[in-house]
C-alpha cells in the first residue's frame, strides 16, 4: 500500500517533536513550560478508508473516512506561584481533522479569582437511503420516504466566573448553536381553500423537494452568585436570539411524486419559511438548610419569545387531468410567554429515613396572529386572518420517601400527581376538541440490595396513569420496569444482567406496545495483562393498534390494523492480552441480528432480516521514551435482506496507524 504525501509529512513533523517534547518516563517530574509543571498525551495518525457497496449508508452509521487525524490531545499545567496569571489550565481536544463527533475544551483558572472554560463541538448527520429501488410487488419506487440529509451541528460557549470575594461570585456566559447542510423533504400539495376533492390527491401525491436549511441560537448572560452561612443564592439575567431559514425548492421539474402515479406531475415549486424569536433571559434559583433537619431549594424561570415568521409559497403541476397553479403567502407574529415555578424540601426524619416533597408549576402559553392568503389558478383568492392562543398549565407535586434501614440495603417509594390544563382558542373562541383537562398518576418504586459482598442488585418500577390521551400517541397506561444484578463470581469472574421491560396501552385507538428487553456480559479478568467477556442482548419491540386516515373520500382501505414487531439480537464477545513487555492485542466483535414480523391491512412486508456485524482489532508497540505505535484494523458487513435486493448493503474495512505519546 502506496503511503499518501500527508501520511509522509504528518510522521515527519510529529517525529521532529518528539526532542522538544523532552520525553521522559511518567516517574519523571514533569516538562516546565513558563513556570507551569506541563504532563499530557498526544494521539494522532491516519486512516485508510475502503467501502463497497451503498456508501451513503457507511456514512450514516460510521462516517469514518481516510486521512490524517489528531484522536486525542490532552495538556495539563499547575502554577504554584501566586503572583502568577494562572494557576491551572488544560486543553483537550479528539476527533479532529474530519472525524463525526469532533471536540475541544480549555480551561484557564487562578484560585479565587476566576474560572474560564471554552467549549467546542461539532456533530455531522447523515441519512441517505435509497430511495430508487422499485420495489417488484408494487412496481413503483418508495423503498424509503424520501427524507435524506447531510447536515452539521454546531455548539460552541464561553463561561466565566470572577470571585469577588469568597461569598460572592460574577458569571458570564456566552452561547451558540447553528445547525446547517442540504435536506431533501416530501412536499404533499395542498393549499388554504383548497376544495373537498383536492384531499384525494393531495395524499396520494407527496413529491421531493430540496431544501437547505439554517437555524442558529444564540444567548449572552451575566449572573451572579452569593453564599451566606448555610444558603447559596444564583440569580442569572441575559438575551437570546433564534434564527431559522429554509427554502425549498422542486427537486427537478416536472418530477412525478414519489408513488409515481402516472399523469401527476409537479411542474414547479418554491417555497420559503422564515421564523425570528428573541427573549429576555431570567432564572433565579436557592438552597439553604434553615435547619439540621430540613434542607430547601427552589427556582424560577421566565422567558417571552417573540417575533415574526413569514412563508411564501407557489407550485404548478397536473391533478388529473387539470393543470392547476397555486400561490400562497402568510404573515405571523409569535408570542411565547414561559413561566416555570419549582419548590422543593427534604426532611431528614431519622438517620435512616428521609422524605423529598417537590413542587413544579410550568406554564406555557403561545399567542399566533396573522393573515394568509391564496390563490387558486388565477382567478379564486381565499384569505384568512389568524388569530390562536395555545396555553399550557402543568402541576406536578411529587412526595419520595428513602429508607436505609442497612447499610446494604435502600428501599425509595414515590408517587407524583400531574394535573394539566389545555385551552385553545381560536380567534377568541375556545376549541373544545383541541383544550382538554387531565389528571395523571406515576407511582415509582426503587431499590438497592448488596445480601453479599460479591452480589449486589438494583431496581425499579414506574407506572403512569392517563386520566385523557391529548393526542393519539399518548398512552393511557404506561408501565416501565428496570432491574440490574452484578455478581463477582470470584476475583477474576464478573457476571453482570440488566432486564427492562415497557407496557403501553391507548385503548382509544386499541393500541398496544410492549418491549422486552435483557442484556448478560461476563467478564473475566485471569491477571493484569490478559482479559476476556462475552455478552448477549435480547430484545422484543411490538406494537399493534389500528390506524385511520381523517382526510379524503371514505374508501376502503382509510382505516387498517397495524402489527408491527421487531426482535434483536446482539452478540458481544473481545480479548485483551499483553504477551510480552512491550507488546499487546486486543479485540472485540459485535454481530447483530434483527428480524421482524409486519403487517399493515392484511398486507405482509416486503423486507427482511438484518445481518450486521462488526470486528475491530487492534496490535501495539510500547517503544521506551518515545511512545506507543498502535495498529487498529476494523472489518464490518451491513445486509439488509430485502427482498429481492439489497439496496442499502455495504462493506467496509478501515485501517487506523496512530502514535500516542505522554509528556
Known amino acids: 500500500m502506496k503511503i499518501p504525501r500527508s501520511l509522509f509529512i504528518l510522521m515527519v513533523v510529529f517525529l521532529v517533536s518528539l526532542p522538544a517534547l523532552k520525553a521522559q518516563d511518567q516517574s519523571e517530574p514533569s516538562l516546565q513550560w513558563g513556570g507551569f509543571g506541563v504532563q499530557g498525551s498526544a494521539s494522532m495518525g491516519y486512516r485508510f478508508t475502503d467501502v463497497k457497496g451503498y456508501e451513503p449508508m457507511f456514512e450514516e452509521l460510521y462516517n469514518l473516512k481516510s486521512g490524517p487525524r489528531l484522536m486525542d490531545f490532552s495538556i495539563f499545567g499547575h502554577n504554584n506561584d501566586t503572583n502568577a496569571f494562572a494557576n491551572d489550565f488544560s486543553l483537550t481536544m479528539s476527533g479532529m481533522g474530519g472525524d463525526p463527533y469532533p471536540g475541544a475544551q480549555l480551561t484557564l483558572s487562578k484560585a479565587k479569582v476566576y474560572d474560564l472554560r471554552v467549549n467546542w463541538s461539532q456533530s455531522y448527520f447523515y441519512w441517505n437511503q435509497n430511495d430508487g429501488v422499485i420495489l417488484p410487488t408494487l412496481n413503483v419506487p418508495g423503498l424509503t420516504d424520501n427524507h435524506d440529509w447531510s447536515t452539521v451541528r454546531k455548539i460552541g460557549s464561553v463561561d466565566l466566573t470572577v470571585h469577588a470575594t469568597n461569598n460572592l461570585r460574577f458569571n458570564f456566559q456566552y452561547y451558540r448553536t447553528s445547525f446547517t447542510g442540504p435536506t431533501f423533504t416530501t412536499f404533499s400539495p395542498d393549499f388554504l381553500g383548497s376544495p373537498g376533492s383536492w384531499g384525494g390527491y393531495a395524499r396520494a401525491n407527496a413529491y421531493s423537494l430540496y431544501a437547505p436549511t439554517f437555524d442558529n441560537t444564540n444567548r449572552i448572560t451575566g449572573g451572579i452568585d452569593y453564599t451566606w452561612r448555610q444558603w447559596n443564592f444564583h440569580y442569572n439575567v441575559g438575551y437570546q436570539t433564534f434564527d431559522d431559514n429554509i427554502t425549498l425548492n422542486v427537486a427537478s421539474p416536472g418530477e412525478l411524486s414519489i408513488a409515481q402515479t402516472k399523469g401527476a406531475p409537479l411542474n414547479a415549486a418554491s417555497w420559503s419559511d422564515y421564523r425570528r424569536l428573541t427573549t429576555p433571559v431570567s432564572e433565579f434559583s436557592y438552597n439553604g438548610k434553615p435547619y439540621d433537619w430540613l434542607d430547601v431549594r427552589g427556582s424560577y424561570i421566565f422567558y417571552r419569545y417573540s417575533g415574526p415568521a413569514a412563508f411564501d409559497q407557489s407550485f404548478s403541476g397536473v391533478n388529473p387531468p387539470n393543470p392547476y397553479s397555486v400561490s400562497q403567502t402568510g404573515r405571523a407574529t409569535v408570542s411565547e410567554p414561559n413561566n416555570i415555578a419549582e419548590q422543593g424540601f427534604t426532611i431528614h426524619v431519622k438517620p435512616w429515613w428521609d422524605i423529598d416533597l417537590d413542587y413544579r408549576y410550568s406554564r406555557f402559553t403561545t399567542n399566533t396572529t396573522g393573515i394568509f392568503s391564496s390563490l387558486f389558478n388565477g382567478t379564486t383568492p381565499a384569505s384568512d386572518k389568524y388569530s390562536s392562543d395555545w396555553k399550557f398549565g402543568l402541576h406536578e407535586g411529587a412526595f419520595k420517601m428513602i429508607f436505609t434501614p442497612l447499610n446494604n440495603l435502600v428501599i425509595s417509594p414515590g408517587v407524583t400527581f400531574y394535573k394539566s390544563d389545555v385551552e385553545v382558542l381560536e380567534d377568541g373562541e375556545a376549541d373544545p376538541a383541541r383544550s382538554i383537562r387531565n389528571h395523571a398518576v406515576s407511582p415509582a418504586l426503587s431499590a438497592f440490595y448488596r445480601p453479599l459482598k460479591r452480589f449486589d442488585i438494583r ?22 420496569g428496570r432491574l440490574v444484578g452484578n455478581f463477582h463470581i470470584s476475583d477474576k469472574l464478573t457476571l453482570s444482567d440488566e432486564l427492562f421491560l415497557v407496557s403501553q396501552r391507548l385503548l382509544a385507538t386499541q393500541y398496544q406496545g410492549k418491549v422486552q428487553s435483557n442484556s448478560t456480559m461476563l467478564t473475566y479478568t485471569i491477571n493484569p495483562k490478559y482479559s476476556l467477556f462475552g455478552g448477549f442482548t435480547y430484545d422484543n419491540e411490538l406494537a399493534t393498534g ?20 421487531a426482535l434483536n439480537r446482539v452478540w458481544q464477545a473481545g480479548l485483551a492480552a499483553e504477551p510480552v513487555k512491550y507488546f499487546g492485542i486486543r479485540f472485540t466483535g459485535n454481530f447483530v441480528r434483527t428480524t421482524g414480523l409486519g403487517e399493515e391491512g392484511g398486507i405482509s412486508p416486503v423486507y427482511g432480516p438484518l445481518t450486521w456485524p462488526l470486528g475491530t482489532g487492534t496490535v501495539y508497540f510500547n517503544i521506551p521514551r518515545a511512545g506507543r505505535l498502535s495498529v487498529d484494523l476494523q472489518r464490518t458487513y451491513y445486509a439488509q435482506e430485502l427482498f429481492p435486493i439489497s439496496a442499502n448493503n455495504f462493506s467496509a474495512n478501515i485501517l487506523m496507524i496512530r502514535w500516542t505519546r505522554d509528556f
Open 546 to 565: 389500528i390506524i385511520a386516515y381523517q382526510r379524503g373520500v371514505a374508501v376502503p382501505g382509510t382505516s387498517f390494523a397495524l402489527r408491527d414487531q
Open 459 to 480: 431496581g425499579e418500577i414506574r407506572t403512569y396513569n392517563n386520566g385523557a390521551s391529548y393526542t393519539a400517541l399518548t398512552p393511557h397506561t404506561n408501565t416501565t
